[in-house]
Structures are given as C-alpha cells and as structure tokens.
C-alpha cells in the first residue's frame, strides 16, 4: 500500500537563513526558544537547545567526524534552554547530533542537512582563511529542481541542476558536469552541504574555471519502497539510460563526449569512476573524492571488468583527459593504499591520473576543496 502513496508525500523543503531570525520570544511557537547554535569571536561555539521538560540534553558529533561523537552535557536555564559552549571546533562543516535524556533528535532552531542516512544537524564553523566556497559579491547561477520519469526505476526522480550565471538571457550552449554525492546523503548534499554552486560563482567571477551546467542526482536508484536489490552502480544505468537524455533535452548543451565530466565523493567517487570506466570515453573528466581505484565492496564493484582499464595506460590515455583522485589528508589508513595504487599507476604511464591532498577527515570541508581543484580543471 505504501508503494501506491504519491510520492509528492516523500518532499521535503530546505531553509537558508537562520530558522528563528527576527523571530521574538513573544510568539506561541518560539516561546523561550533561541538560534541553535551561535558562532563566538573567540572561535568556541554555543550550542542551545530547548527542552525545558528535559533531565539531560548533550550534544555530540558523529562517527569519524573532527567534532568527535564524545557528549557534551549541556546546562538548563530559567527559560528552558539548554546551553554549552565547545572550544576548539575545527573550522569546518559538522555534523551535529543532539541527545535529550538519551535519545537522539534533531535540533528545529538549528541548520537540517540530510547525511548519515537520516535528517541531521550540521554547522559550519567559520573559516577566514578559506572564503572560495562563501557567498560572495559576484553573479550567482541558478539551482533548478527538475523531474523526470526514469526508465530504470519505473518511478519519477528529480535532480537539481545548476545553470550559470547568464544562462537565461542567452542562446549559449554549456558542458556539463555530472556529480554525485556520498552513502547516507541525497541530491540536495552539493549545494546545501558542499556549496558547490557558491564555489562555482567564485570561479567563474575569478575568471578561473569554465562555465558549466552541474546536475546532482539521488545516488540510490530503488525501483520503490519495498526494494533492498538496488546497488549503488545501479546509478550508472539511470545516468546512462535517463539522465544524460533528459539533461540533453531540457537544457542547451554541448554536444559531444568531449562536453561531458562525472564526479563524486565517497560512494558517489565509486559510482563516477564505475560509470566512466565502464562507458570510457563517455565522460573525458572523471573526479573521484575520497573514494578509491579499486572496485566498491559491492556486488557490481566486487564483479566488474571495467576497473582492469586502469593499468591499459593507452586505452585511459587515449579515451580521459583527467582522473582526478583526491582524499584528506586524515582520512582512514584505507587511503594509503589509494595512494599506493595511484603511485604504481603513475609509474606505470597512467599520464591522466593527477592526485591532491588537503586537511580533513572524510567531511564536506575536503569535498570542497577537491571540487574547487576539479573545478578548474575541466573542459579546458
């Protein structure tokens, strides 16, 4: 019966500004409630939440993030808030869960994102030695909510497409960039979370990147509720089958593989490298963000033939103009092996293969970087 709920039902809106705003203590709904979270110029962070009913509120990051999952225990105040002040939070974005008497919950006056597989809280810590991915005094390009019905999945999809700054007011054709986000995170991850519309305003404005058009995709491509068969290389068929005809459709681009570019972090690396490999040529610029070149510990990862391509240096050479291969620098041990793997590569003629580096666990802060690096790099 759940299949057959419209899936207008499974929608869900996004805020930009700070929830409670200009919003008084005066109001039914506000009552005693204040901002979640407040950024201090000493660079420590204030965290409140309400619970005024509440026996013990903490606050804690989550798995392998810089905030660390260690609880903070916050205090109670005459209003109901409860309020704690962290020093020392790297300046990045975070994760951010809340605990009232044990149980974990989202905080209402504070940012939501969608990340470890559920709605979750999220700060980002301001940084003023790092301002690329900041809004800025420049054009700003459009970010498009698009549907379209998937031959894969039998189901409608949507996918949010950024069209640079112009696009409307001229007859130009773009390229595009195809880019794909990480497990546990959705399609709206690289603009709300990784503010890749923002980093990609700057570029152009800097006069450092070519325009472009970015589609983001859901990385899961069930075909309804009820079905656990879908892996994550199924997304190279509905990239394939339907959003590449789709995109080609609907908006003015270049055309050719020359025009084309796939990129993702984590699992969303995995399903950029598997559709370019197995398509090669298809997509000339590939980005892999802390992901791997080997095959995902999957059923499709685990059983393809594509990633052998990798060591064919003339048949990579000939076909990819960029592999892009990026990681933090305090990501898991796993990437020494990546770097081990991308060195023998290199060794061995892979001239396409180029690598970076930048601080960082495995969080939205190095996917920045490794997108403002990709970003420049493509369809010169």
């Keep these: 019966m ?18 409670f705003h200009g919003v008084t203590g005066k ?45 903070r225990p916050m205090t109670k105040d005459e209003n109901g808030n409860w309020r704690t002040v962290v ?14 008497d044990g149980t974990a919950v989202t905080n209402p006056c504070m940012a939501h994102g969608v990340g470890y597989g ?11 030695e790092e301002d690329f991915y900041l809004v800025q005094p420049v054009a700003h390009g459009n970010i498009r909510y698009e549907f379209y019905e998937s031959s894969v999945t039998g189901r409608l999809r949507d996918c949010l497409v950024y069209t640079p700054p112009g696009y409307d007011d001229s007859d130009k054709e773009y390229p595009v960039l195809y880019i794909q986000h990480g497990s546990g995170e959705n399609e709206t991850g690289w603009f709300w979370q990784g503010k890749l519309n923002f980093i990609m305003d700057n570029l152009l404005a800097a006069g450092k990147a070519e325009e472009m058009i970015i589609v983001a995709n859901c990385g899961y491509a069930y075909k309804g509720r009820q079905d656990l068969e879908a892996t994550p ?26 025009n084309r570019a796939i990129a993702g972090l984590s699992m969303g690396s995995y399903q950029a490298l598997y559709t370019g490999l197995k398509n090669l040529g298809t997509f ?55 770097d081990a793997e991308a060195e023998e590569l290199i060794k061995n003629g892979l001239r396409v293969l180029e ?26």
């Excluded at 299949?3 to 929830?19: E, G, M, T």
């Excluded at 660079?43 to 509120?57: L, M, R, W």
Aim: proline share 6%; aromatic share 14%; charged share 25%.
């Design 2 to 19: 759940q299949d057959k709920v419209n899936q207008v039902f499974n929608s869900h809106a996004l805020f930009f500004d700070q929830v």
């Design 27 to 71: 109001t039914s709904f506000s009552q005693e409630r204040e901002p979640g979270v407040t950024y201090l110029p000493d660079g420590s962070v204030e965290f409140c939440f309400f619970a005024p009913d509440a026996k013990c509120v903490e606050v804690g990051g989550m798995p392998g993030t810089s905030f660390g999952e260690e609880k």
């Design 87 to 100: 020093s020392g939070v790297p300046k990045r974005f975070h994760y951010i869960t809340f605990y009232v």
């Design 118 to 128: 559920r709605v979750v809280n999220f700060i980002d810590v301001p940084d003023p």
């Design 233 to 258: 290389m199924d997304i190279e068929k509905l990239i394939m089958q339907d959003v590449i005809p789709f995109i080609e459709k609907k908006f003015r681009v270049k055309k050719g593989n020359e």
């Design 284 to 338: 000339p610029y590939i980005g892999v963000f802390s992901g791997g070149l080997s095959p995902m510990a999957s059923a499709a990862g685990r059983n393809s033939s594509h990633y052998a391509l990798l060591k064919d240096t003339d048949r990579m050479n000939s076909n990819v103009k960029l592999l892009f291969c990026t990681h933090g620098t305090e990501e898991m041990g796993h990437f020494q092996k990546v």
């Design 355 to 380: 690598t970076y580096t930048c601080p960082g666990v495995h969080e939205w802060q190095v996917w920045r970087h490794s997108a403002h690096e990709f970003l420049q790099k493509i369809f010169k």
